[in-house]
């Protein structure tokens, strides 16, 4: 792949050029998460009675219990006001995956993988937290970090 920036002169808007042979879900992935910018950089989470502006990045799982979404920071947590899959697939083509039928993981935030019975796994976090990734979303898991057997 070869990539070309220009810098455009100063009567000329940014632009953006995409040349491809053919057009792959990477590169429609990547082309969404430009048209998107910077919109998905935060999120808002609930706590009390305040709002805060959390950088996606610091995210490190979103966990829905009792019709709630709760996401999970370093060491806070906070309410957040969508459903899982609406975050599913606002996040798809980023570093978030769904991992359990009530689980979204942040996988720049796992440090280790262990095998678990019946082909789960148990993921352990930066944070010290773990989370099981249900055998169903082990092979998207394993795609998505791209380890495993490769079809």
């Known amino acids: 792949m070869k990539i070309t920036i220009l810098t455009p002169g100063p009567d000329e808007e940014d ?3 995409v040349k ?11 082309i969404k998460r430009l048209k998107e910018g910077e919109e998905k950089d935060n999120i808002a989470g609930y706590t009390g009675e305040s709002i805060v502006m959390i950088p996606v990045a610091e995210v490190y ?12 920071t370093k060491d806070k947590c906070y309410e957040v006001k ?3 899959f609406e975050i599913e697939e606002e996040y798809e083509s980023t570093s978030f995956i769904r991992v359990s039928k009530n689980a979204v993981v942040n ?4 440090e280790r993988l262990f095998p678990e019975f ?6 352990k976090l930066k944070n ?6 249900s055998r169903s979303y082990v092979p998207a898991l394993k795609r ?6 490769q079809v």
């Open 82 to 84: 969508k459903k899982l």
């Open 118 to 123: 019946n082909g789960r796994l148990e993921a």
């Open 20 to 30: 491809v042979k053919e057009l792959s879900g990477d590169t429609l992935s990547l």
């Open 128 to 133: 010290g937290e773990s989370i099981i990734i």
């Open 107 to 110: 996988i720049k935030k796992i």
């Open 144 to 149: 998505k970090l791209g380890i495993g057997k």
């Open 61 to 72: 799982y979103f966990d829905a219990v009792d019709n709630r979404v709760y996401l999970y």
């Open 15 to 17: 632009e953006i050029i």
